[in-house]
């Protein structure tokens, strides 16, 4: 295959009909694509109660191949009925996370034990009753429980509670693998973990940062946006180690012009090292100061910490910050020229920032290129990092962090007379670390691919294996399911978001609370995650204390609880009968006072050190095109123009240096571990010094290495040796 040369455009539009013919026709994909449920895939924030394909503006149609995919995958037949006793769990293993995703829905609950070779169907009534008795049998330390970010809000509201009332704090969610070092680095310098902004201001900007991140392939609906900031004359600076076609050009399928002549997103594209960062937003904030760009009246007014960022800046080298982040001085120049001139800023980033051992550092350092020149704290200006999962920020906002928010965590007791425990929760990855060294006996997953997530692929594939019981709430199978067998592994089959029985809401990136119908369930068998987590926590804990989980089935009662204890929430109490979605109250910031005891932004000097003092290779794992987090729909890569994943991409560069050909088959070896027959692929776009493989099948190569404060693994970064 050979790399595009733009994304979107007419492949999309042909690969709307292609998936249209896997689900019978092109009509039943659209009224599917159509319904009030919001988007099942990035946090961009689509549908609800505009109806699918609108954003929170009210613009029609913006559809992507992300939201296509989900749908598809959702109006899959069911799993065969002999699979499971065709398939052995060994043969199981052999298939690719493509083969698994596409075997079809689960609508069967299933058990594997230790010792077996495949798995069996159980009944919904032994299979509670199982899962209860386990957690009857353990204490409360022993267990932990996981949340994918594409539940409900009820449904993780529902959970986080049955886990504290059954007595721990070890709930966590996917974010610990992906942005919570944004959440921590957000909160510390201006007191909220979210987004400072809204849509509208993003499509008003006039300059768009765009760091560490490809939502041409991960969230293509914020092109159009993008698209909206070049029309009006903005300009977009992308910085990325790898050059991404999309975020070159890309071509707007709803937009004819765009369609047929394409645009031109990125005015200037950087390209530092993989780990650079910090050193590169460090030197762009010492040019700023230096030229005289920065808002003297902003920095003294509306932060703290000025006149100690101001030495700290006057002392850096700026020669040397260009070493460490491997671009030129010209570069810094040229960045700096574009922000200074600008009026509206916005900072928009992924994972590329977070994914790093200090990945708080970073999004810190971008708060601080932000408040020197006063682009947060005032409309069409601010911070947006792009989070994935369609409610990933909505089920941290009801709850689902291993220490509850203190207004959280008084209002429940309060309010309810609930005794919940103060032991301080583990987050994820000390979650996994518990069950590898034998004090973890319970895990329930709620939704997700918690194997494939992980860092290590051979640790977490012990970790869980050491488990007594693994419950997982899935839709279709994936890796995890057939790599992490605990000695009883669980799988409950439930339903996706537009078969829900009940309205349920989720949240966006831009902290907008929306309404999903639901609708009719596509196959017999499958219970409503809301249905499962009530008859759990019934069996476990009973209907006769505060709680009455038989009646916690209805998500009407569970938003009143949301409403009444989840700051910026209390709308959501009416909301399946007001139909009004709305904007959580207390997280834009239009005026620069921030919640933070001072109500001032905080600046952060920070010690920038060589991200690779042994100047080996740098490995960082990415998405493909053809996938969404741990989801692979496709085993090509479009945009790359990568026809296969058990690939590493090198610069030309690289190849000739290392005395390597290309296609020649090698193995990659880390502190982690090592993975043979890895082909080599010639790959101009990325910067020399650096190399890219694709996730989650490169995370045996990962080590556990994390940033301190956010406890985010460092899935990028990673020095790695090829051995011929």
């Not at 005891?597 to 991200?611: C, E």
Request: net charge neutral.
């Amino acid at each position: 295959m050979k790399p595009v040369k733009s994304g979107g455009g007419w492949r999309a539009i042909l690969y709307t009909f292609s998936k249209s013919r896997e689900v019978g026709g092109l009509w039943k994909l659209w009224k599917a694509m159509r319904s009030r449920n919001s988007c099942k895939t990035c946090a961009l924030g689509m549908g609800g109660q505009k109806g699918g394909m609108v954003n929170e503006l009210g613009s029609f149609p913006e559809v992507c191949k992300k939201s296509l995919q989900a749908m598809a995958a959702d109006m899959q037949g069911a799993i065969p009925a002999d699979y499971f006793s065709t398939y052995s769990v060994a043969q199981m293993q052999q298939f690719s996370p493509r083969e698994l995703e596409h075997a079809g829905r689960l609508t069967s609950p299933m058990i594997y034990r230790a010792g077996d070779n495949y798995y069996q169907p159980i009944s919904w009534e032994e299979v509670f009753s199982k899962i209860a008795e386990k957690l009857k049998s353990l204490t409360p330390a022993e267990t932990f429980w996981y949340f994918s970010g594409r539940s409900s809000n009820e449904a993780g509201f529902l959970l986080q509670l049955f886990a504290r009332l059954y007595g721990t704090n070890n709930v966590n969610n996917c974010s610990y693998y992906c942005h919570q070092a944004s959440g921590v680095g957000l909160t510390n310098s201006f007191g909220s973990g979210t987004a400072t902004l809204l849509l509208e201001d993003v499509e008003h900007a006039d300059l768009v940062f765009i760091i560490g991140g490809n939502p041409s392939s991960n969230h293509p609906r914020l092109m159009s946006s993008l698209k909206h900031v070049r029309r009006r004359g903005g300009k977009i600076i992308v910085i990325n180690p790898v050059i991404e076609p999309g975020m070159v050009n890309f071509s707007v399928p709803s937009d004819p012009i765009s369609l047929l002549f394409g645009t031109k997103i990125a005015s200037l594209y950087v390209q530092p090292n993989i780990g650079g960062d910090l050193a590169l937003l460090t030197a762009i904030s010492k040019r700023i100061v230096e030229r005289g760009a920065h808002d003297e009246n902003f920095l003294n007014t509306a932060t703290e910490g000025w006149p100690d960022l101001r030495n700290h800046l006057a002392q850096q080298d700026l020669e040397e910050l260009c070493r460490l982040a491997g671009v030129t001085s010209d570069e810094i120049e040229q960045i700096t020229e574009i922000y200074a001139n600008s009026k509206n800023a916005v900072f928009c980033w992924t994972m590329g920032i977070t994914h790093h051992a200090n990945g708080v550092e970073n999004v810190e350092a971008i708060g601080n290129l932000a408040c020197l020149r006063g682009m947060v704290g005032k409309p069409h200006a601010g911070m947006l990092p792009i989070r994935g999962h369609s409610n990933v920020q909505g089920i941290g906002s009801v709850g689902v962090t291993p220490k509850l928010k203190e207004a959280i965590f008084e209002r429940l007791q309060s309010n309810y007379g609930l005794q919940l425990p103060t032991e301080t929760g583990l987050d994820t990855l000390a979650c996994m670390e518990e069950a590898h060294a034998g004090r973890m006996k319970f895990g329930l997953c709620l939704g997700g691919n918690l194997f494939g997530s992980n860092p290590d692929a051979t640790f977490a594939r012990e970790s869980l294996s050491k488990l007594e019981m693994l419950v997982t709430l899935s839709t279709t199978l994936n890796t995890g399911h057939a790599h992490a067998l605990a000695k009883e592994t669980i799988i409950l089959p439930v339903l996706a978001r537009d078969e829900e029985p009940q309205p349920t809401t989720q949240e966006s990136m831009f902290n907008y609370v929306r309404l999903s119908d639901g609708g009719p369930s596509r196959h017999q068998g499958p219970k409503s995650e809301i249905e499962v987590i009530s008859h759990l926590a019934s069996k476990v804990l009973g209907d006769e204390g505060p709680i009455h989980w038989s009646n916690m089935e209805q998500t009407g009662r569970i938003r009143e609880m949301i409403s009444t204890v989840i700051p910026g929430y209390q709308a959501v109490k009416e909301i399946d009968k007001t139909k009004k979605e709305f904007q959580i109250e207390g997280r834009t910031f239009h005026t620069p006072k921030f919640p933070t005891p001072s109500g001032k932004a905080k600046l952060h000097p920070h010690t920038v050190k060589s991200s690779n003092p042994d100047n080996q290779l740098q490995l960082m794992t990415v998405r493909s095109e053809g996938q969404f987090n741990t989801v692979v729909y496709e085993d090509y890569d479009l945009y790359r123009g990568v026809d296969r994943r058990d690939v590493v991409l090198l610069n030309p560069e690289d190849v000739t240096r290392l005395g390597l050909k290309a296609n020649q088959k090698v193995t990659i070896q880390s502190v982690a571990g090592a993975l043979k027959n890895i082909l080599v692929y010639e790959f101009p776009g990325i910067k020399a010094g650096n190399a890219l493989m694709y996730y989650p099948e490169a995370n045996i190569l990962v080590p556990r290495t994390r940033d301190p404060r956010s406890k985010t693994p460092a899935f990028k970064g990673i020095p790695i040796e090829i051995l011929a």
